[in-house]
């Protein structure tokens, strides 16, 4: 009897890298914040940005929030993998970050906007890129809550919002994140990492 010959190999252990993306407002920050509380092998990457934290944010674990000063002297540095101005602030990725996160040989996971989120997985196009959306543009709305400060800030929302939908077919999948089910957000979320995790070919992280 001829025997069976296995010619791929699935590793489960390998670390992967995830990109979280989606509009302003949908809800990014509480995803990751849930799924950290998971203690899945993961490694958040903390982006910089010049806007003020908001009451829940913490320095260093959120994100590291600088003056737009010394953001500016990150880019003259070169210290950012990658960088954009939206809603007039700066966001960007600190390279060390990126460094110490793959140390790590942990899975690694960005919390980007959809700019960034292109930009990264044109750097690492082994990226595999979730885009989370809201249920409704009315939830959208009553999110954004006191982001929005006048009807001006809205109208600028919706047109970034209308574009960055244009290019949700480049994102690997796309994730509800409906209002109050917060956990069921993060049960998808962690499926589709177990799913990753068994995929017969996959390209290891490298820098």
Not at 102 to 122: M, W
Not at 178 to 200: F, G, M, P
Not at 201 to 206: C, L
């Amino acid at each position: 009897m001829n025997q069976i010959k296995v010619d791929f190999h699935v590793n489960p252990d390998t670390p992967l890298l995830f990109i979280l993306s989606g509009p302003s407002g949908v809800g990014k920050d509480s995803v990751l914040r849930a799924l950290k509380k998971r203690n899945l092998p993961m490694r958040h990457v903390i982006t910089a940005n010049t806007r003020q934290p908001r009451p829940d944010e913490k320095e260093g674990v959120d994100y590291y929030f600088v003056t737009r000063k010394r953001f500016e002297e990150m880019i003259s540095n070169d210290e950012l993998l990658e960088y954009s101005e939206v809603y007039e602030d700066y966001k960007g990725v600190p390279k060390s970050e990126v460094k110490k996160a793959i140390e790590t040989n942990k899975d690694v996971v960005f919390r980007l906007d959809v700019q960034g989120a292109e930009k990264i997985k044109s750097i690492f196009p082994q990226a595999i890129s979730i885009f989370l959306i809201p249920a409704s543009q009315d939830e959208w709305f009553m999110r954004l809550g006191s982001r929005i400060a006048n009807e001006r800030d809205i109208d600028t929302r919706i047109d970034t919002v209308q574009a960055e939908l244009q290019s949700i077919d480049q994102f690997d999948y796309v994730v509800v994140n409906e209002q109050n089910k917060l956990e069921l957000t993060v049960d998808t979320i962690e499926s589709i990492i177990i799913a990753e995790h068994h995929r017969t070919r996959k390209i290891p992280i490298d820098v």
